[in-house]
Structures are given as structure tokens and as C-alpha cells.
């Protein structure tokens, strides 16, 4: 800035250049500046001193006023910016010498803006005056180092480590926000080696070093001063056993890095070693849950050494913040990649001619199929109760995780033993065996597709959860697993009821399916309605003795005039539909639905013991692979040679572009309580929205 050239701050406060080149005054009824550190200076002992760049530093020089001093003028070397604070209406700016009171109340503040080359390369001259004297009295010398440090992180969120002018000490949402991500290290690269890379505290191959975050300190100034003074890593007690974090004391080699910090590790001195840049991998440890928002803080702190005996003194702090991705589940409208069912043989209901249709409806849909053997599901053929898909992101990274369940059956051990692999990352969550019911399987778990609901966006859709009617006494999701995905944060739980039904699942009275119009998206649900309104349509058309269930062995008939004239039934499922019609006007609300985006498919319930079980194949419980739908066959009544409730079903689903194929599963799934969806589980391509971009 030019000499005597005057300025404006925000709050009007007004500044100029003194006389003095790299002096400014500043002029304002209160102490505008940040002072990260205070330095008091006395003319009777030169001090020494560091100086970070872009920080303040505040002399005190009224500690050892020389007797007879009234004023005091002060000058710094090239490298150093001297502001001068005061407030003008108590205080008269000097017009021809740059003297200033010692009698009111002036700051004094410095900065540096580079890194010293040399220890001690700039200084700082304050001089004292007698109140008539042009001699000062005493002169005070303060010599500074400058130094630069800096903890740096993928603060905006590219991929890439670069210094940012954003409060690393926060971390925001949002396109225009900041703050770098971390992954939970879930996955297991080295195929050796037991359980998930995060159990392990050593670093199992270069692979592992991918899935973390970079963290990076950088340095400038003098190595003496850093050879002499110290530099910690820090975490907070409270989050350390969240993460780890791993540095190589030697070369670049995968087993050189040794853990630093983590559980049971708070801080880091680090060996500077002239190195202007070190590189520490960061893995998260634990996913958001009821105890722990995401948030994860490392500082470094650049300690003065005393010489005399004195503790550490901190002279400069910088702090970055990471978030730890959430776990985050796929709706059906994404593309599928690959389908898993289990293969049963040597059992009472084989699967062989489901497994046969389920190939065939694969190949169609161009993804691919994974069977897993009796010997290894044991005779458990509920793949889609047992794990959910979802996965973890970072700007630099993305991988699948699977969701194990804890209902601990035949299955169980699948997902540790066969999905975990290399960038195939595990969790689960273990209530007490005391607690664990029939709800606490995934497919009482779904998600929507993306929706707005008045206004407030839901990118990456809701969380679905079945649960009980609104009073006490019925079956809910363990109180562990619903903690977990409600802090997961960006898919906000909805919690349905679905305790009405035997099974309790949320995929017997409900499902989405892709379209091409409107929000992109229909949810199905089961009705009772419908389907009484389609059976009365026929019977008026005079095929009231067509009948439900032919063609199935050892199976009894039942006419479409038996169903109608069954009050039992007709009561039962007025009843269902009453349930279902709660549960549609909670999805309106919490999805933000008309009722164009709902579609009603004819379905029949039968109560037992107080509860619901589908009458027939469950329409609703269907396989969704792109435009491809693998629905029960529900074995309907045959009119003109059609299966009337296929018919309709082909009538409301193919205009949005979808191709229904339906799969016999009656005596393999139906009969056992489970239909086509519970029977399958599909790994999807993920949302090509990024998390962090969002809003919660």
C-alpha cells in the first residue's frame, strides 16, 4: 500500500499507512484483531521469538517502562507488519513524529506474511521517550523467526489435498461446503488376514493405504527452529478410538507405517527431519451412531522449548476437521449388478425350478448372479433378510458395504466369510440375543427413491422401517439397529407399521418401481381393495366359479364367488386394508406422495393368531432389476386363459416401461412364509449424488 494511502474495514473502522512503511494505524472504538498469542517486551532483556504466518502476535510493552518514559515510537524490519489500535476519539494520531501515549489504552499487533530463511532475520525496535526528549530513553528489540504451519486435508471435498481458505475447524453441507471425508476402513484387502482392515492395527497391504484419507502437514521456516522446538499431533480423547492414523517412520513401504494415533494413542511428536511435507493415512474406525456424531479433529501444535528448565510453551495450533461417511442404502431404482439367491436341494421345498426362473430373469436384466450353496447357507434361504447392501463414499473413494443382521440363522455367516473382500467393506450391529425378533431382519428394511418433501429435498431417499402401531406392547426393530440409521443422517428414517403381519416385514404390503415419468418412481402397495373390486369385477362378467389355485398340486380350490361370500376373509381383510391405508397416509406425508404416485396392486390377506399372512403369492414382494420385475406367481383365477390377477398386474405395471415376469415360488418360498424379494438381495450401482453435497 502506498505511504499515507487510508482504507475502510467492513465495520467502517478506518486505517492508514504511517510514515513507516510497514506500520498501520488503526483507528476504532474496540479491539478489532485476533490475537493468537501475547509477547511481552522489555527494553532491559532482547527477546527472541516465533511468529506463524498469517497470525497476530500482541506486544505488551508496558510491563518495564523505563522511569521518565511518557511516549514510545516503534519500527520493524521489511518482513514485518506493525498495527497500531486505538481508538481516536480518547487517543491523537502523532502529525509529524510517529510517538505514541503510554498513558492510554493502544494495541499492538504484528504479522508476518512469509517464512523467515534465517533464524532471527527480521526484528522488531520499540523506543521510549521523556516527555520532552528527541533521545530515547530506552530502546526494547524483539527478534522474530517466521515460520509456517499447516495441517491440510481435502478440505473441498476434489480428490485432491490443497491448502483452502475455508475454517478448516468446521465442517459444513452442502455444494458449497467443506470439511474432508473419511471411510471407515470396513473392508478387508489383505484375504490372509481375519475380520474387517480396521481390527488391525497395522497397515495389511497398499490397498489399505487407499481406502484412507490423506492428512498432510507442511512446514516452512528455518529447520534449526524445528529441529529445536517440537511439532505434536494431537486427537481428542473423546474421538480417539474412532480413528487411526498411520505414518511411516522410514521409507514408502506399506509395513514402514506404524500407527501414531488412535485408541490409546492422544499425541504425536513428530520428527520433522528438515521435511517441508508429511504424509499421515487416516482410517475411520467407526460409522456415525447414537454416540457419535461423524466428526473427527486433529490439531498440531507447534511447541516452544524453554531452555530453562520451564514446561512447553504452545505457540501455534491448526486444527481440521473430517467427517466419517455414512453408510447409505440403495433403492431399487438404481442399477442392479448383482443378484443373490441361495440354492436348496436336499430339502423338503428344493428351490432347483425358482433358481432356474431367477437365471433366466438375470440374464435378461444384464447383471450378474451369485449362488449361494446349501452347504453354506445351511438350508437358509432367506438371503434378503439377512443383509442389506449399501456403501461408503469419499471424494477419492467409493466401495460397497454389506449390513449383516442379527437374527444370526442359517446365513449367518455368508456375509463375513463370502462378501467381505478387497474395497467389500462389512458392519453389523448385535442386540442382546434377549431382544433380537422377527423385525430385526433387513427385509423389514427398505428405502425410497430421492423425493421433496414440501420443499426439503431427500437426494438420497428415506430410510423405511417396519415397526409397531403407535402404542406399547408390539414388536419394534432393536432399539441398536434403529439408532444406527438414524444417525446415519442422510436418509432420515420413516418408521411404518408393520407389526399387523405375521412376518412383520415391510416388504409384504410394499415396494418401489422405476418409471420414467412424473417423480421416477412408483410405490406398489398390496390391496385388499383392489383385489375384491377386480374378483367382483369378474364375477359380474359371469366368472364367478373361476378358481384360485389351479393347477397347484395338493392344493384345495377356491372360486372367485367363495372368496366374495367368505366374511371370515372379507373381515380380515378389512382389517389389513385399515393397516395399509395408516401406513399410505404416513408415506404420503413423509415422502412427499400424491396419490398418482401410488399404485394399488390387488393382493388378499388371511389372519392367524391375531396377525396377517399373504391368501396367495405376494404380488408386492417382487425382485426390481431395472425394467425388469421377477413377481410371485400368484396362481390366480383363470379368465379367458389368463391369470386375471397377472393380467392386471401386467395392466397397471407395463405403461410405465417395465416387463413383469412372474416366478413360481409357492411351495419354495410362499408356503414358508416368503416370496420372491425375501428370497433374493441385490447389490446396486450407487447414487451418482455425493452425500456431502446434501442438506440434512
Known amino acids: 500500500m502506498p505511504l499515507n494511502q487510508s482504507c475502510r474495514f467492513a465495520d467502517k473502522t478506518e486505517c492508514h499507512w504511517s510514515t513507516a512503511a510497514n506500520c498501520m494505524h488503526v483507528y476504532s472504538p474496540r479491539l478489532i484483531m485476533t490475537k493468537q498469542r501475547v509477547l511481552q517486551v522489555s527494553p532491559l532483556h532482547p527477546r527472541n521469538a516465533i511468529c506463524v504466518v498469517g497470525t497476530e502476535v500482541f506486544l505488551d510493552i508496558r510491563r518495564s517502562i523505563p ?46 506474511d512469509f517464512p523467515s530463511e534465517t533464524v532471527n532475520d527480521n526484528k522488531v525496535r520499540i523506543s521510549y521517550y521523556g516527555e ?7 530502546t526494547a528489540w524483539l527478534y522474530l523467526t517466521c515460520v509456517s504451519v499447516s495441517l491440510d486435508t481435502d478440505t473441498n471435498r476434489t480428490g485432491v489435498v490443497e491448502s483452502s481458505e475455508a475454517d478448516k475447524t468446521k465442517w459444513t453441507w452442502g455444494p458449497d461446503g467443506h470439511g474432508a471425508v473419511l471411510l471407515v476402513n470396513c473392508d478387508r484387502d489383505s484375504l490372509g488376514s ?42 481428542p480423547a473423546s474421538e480417539a478410538d474412532k480413528v487411526r492414523v498411520f505414518h511411516a517412520a522410514g521409507n514408502d513401504s506399506y509395513y514402514q507405517y506404524k500407527p501414531v494415533l488412535g485408541p490409546d494413542k492422544l499425541s504425536y511428536a513428530v520428527d520433522h527431519a528438515s521435511r517441508q511435507e508429511i504424509t499421515f493415512y487416516v482410517e475411520g474406525l467407526a460409522f456415525p451412531d447414537q454416540d457419535f456424531s461423524g466428526l473427527v479433529s486433529f490439531s498440531v501444535t507447534l511447541l516452544e522449548v524453554s531452555n530453562e528448565g520451564f514446561p512447553d510453551t504452545p505457540i501455534f495450533t491448526d486444527t481440521v476437521v473430517f467427517r466419517v461417511s455414512p453408510w447409505i442404502m440403495t433403492p431399487n431404482t438404481l442399477q442392479p449388478l448383482e443378484v443373490f439367491v441361495c440354492s436348496i436341494e436336499s430339502d423338503a421345498n428344493p428351490n432347483v425350478d425358482f433358481l432356474s426362473a431367477m437365471r433366466a430373469l438375470v440374464r435378461k436384466a444384464n447383471c450378474k448372479l451369485t449362488v449361494c450353496p446349501q452347504l453354506e447357507n445351511r438350508s437358509d434361504r432367506w438371503i434378503q433378510d439377512e443383509l442389506e447392501f449399501g456403501y461408503v463414499e469419499a471424494p477419492h473413494k467409493l466401495f460397497p458395504v ?40 433387513f427385509g423389514n428394511l427398505d428405502v425410497s427413491p430421492p423425493v421433496t418433501v414440501q420443499g426439503k429435498e431427500y437426494p438420497l431417499g428415506r430410510i423405511l422401517i417396519g415397526s409397531s402401531f403407535p402404542r406399547s406392547g408390539g414388536r419394534r426393530m432393536a432399539k441398536v439397529i434403529r439408532d444406527f440409521l438414524y444417525a446415519q443422517a442422510v436418509q432420515p428414517p420413516v418408521e411404518v407399521y408393520s407389526d399387523w403381519l405375521t412376518v412383520g416385514h415391510v416388504d409384504e404390503f410394499l415396494t418401489f418401481v422405476p418409471a420414467s415419468d412424473r417423480k ?44 366374495l361370500a367368505n366374511e371370515t376373509l372379507r373381515r380380515s381383510n378389512r382389517y389389513a386394508q385399515n393397516c395399509i391405508d395408516w401406513n399410505r397416509k404416513i408415506l404420503k406425508q413423509e415422502l412427499g406422495l400424491s396419490e398418482e404416485d401410488i399404485i394399488d396392486i390387488p393382493q388378499l ?48 405395471l407395463e405403461p410405465l416401461g417395465l416387463t413383469c415376469t412372474f416366478i413360481n415360488d409357492f411351495f419354495s418360498y410362499f408356503e414358508l412364509e416368503g416370496d420372491v424379494h425375501c428370497g433374493t438381495n441385490v447389490l446396486r450401482k450407487p447414487f451418482s449424488f455425493q452425500w456431502w453435497n446434501m442438506i440434512p
Open 605 to 652: 390377506f388371511v389372519l392367524k393368531d391375531s396377525y396377517a399372512d399373504a391368501f396367495f403369492p405376494n404380488l408386492v414382494n417382487l425382485v426390481v432389476l431395472g425394467t425388469h420385475l421377477g413377481i410371485p406367481k400368484p396362481f390366480g383365477p383363470i379368465v379367458d386363459g389368463q391369470c386375471c390377477l397377472e393380467e392386471k398386474v401386467r395392466s397397471l
Open 194 to 235: 481375519g475380520g474387517t482392515d480396521s481390527t488391525h492395527p497395522r497397515v495389511q497391504s497398499y490397498a489399505d493405504l487407499q481406502d484412507m484419507s490423506l492428512m498432510l502437514l507442511r512446514t516452512q521456516g528455518p529447520s534449526a527452529l524445528f529441529a529445536e522446538n517440537k511439532l505434536v499431533l494431537q486427537v
Open 520 to 563: 421416477g418412481f412408483r410405490l406398489l402397495l398390496g390391496s385388499p381393495r383392489a383385489c375384491y373390486q377386480l374378483f367382483e369385477e369378474k364375477q359380474q362378467q359371469g366368472h364367478g366359479d373361476a378358481a384360485q389355485f389351479t393347477g397347484l398340486a395338493g392344493m384345495a380350490i377356491i372360486t372367485i364367488d367363495e372368496i
Open 132 to 138: 520532552n526528549g528527541n533521545e530515547p530513553i530506552e
Open 67 to 112: 522511569r521518565g518514559a511518557t511516549s514510545f515510537d516503534i519500527h520493524g524490519t521489511s518482513g514485518v507488519r506493525v498495527y497500531i489500535i486505538y481508538n481516536h476519539d480518547f487517543v491523537k494520531e502523532p502529525m509529524s513524529e510517529t510517538r505514541w501515549p503510554l498513558d492510554v489504552d493502544i494495541e499492538i499487533t504484528i504479522t508476518m
Open 402 to 441: 454389506v449390513f449383516d443382521s442379527p437374527r444370526n440363522r442359517g446365513l449367518q455367516n455368508f456375509p463375513l466369510r463370502r462378501i467381505l473382500g478387497p474395497d467389500f467393506g462389512y458392519l453389523t450391529r448385535e442386540p442382546p440375543k434377549s431382544q433380537v425378533s422377527g423385525l430385526d431382519s
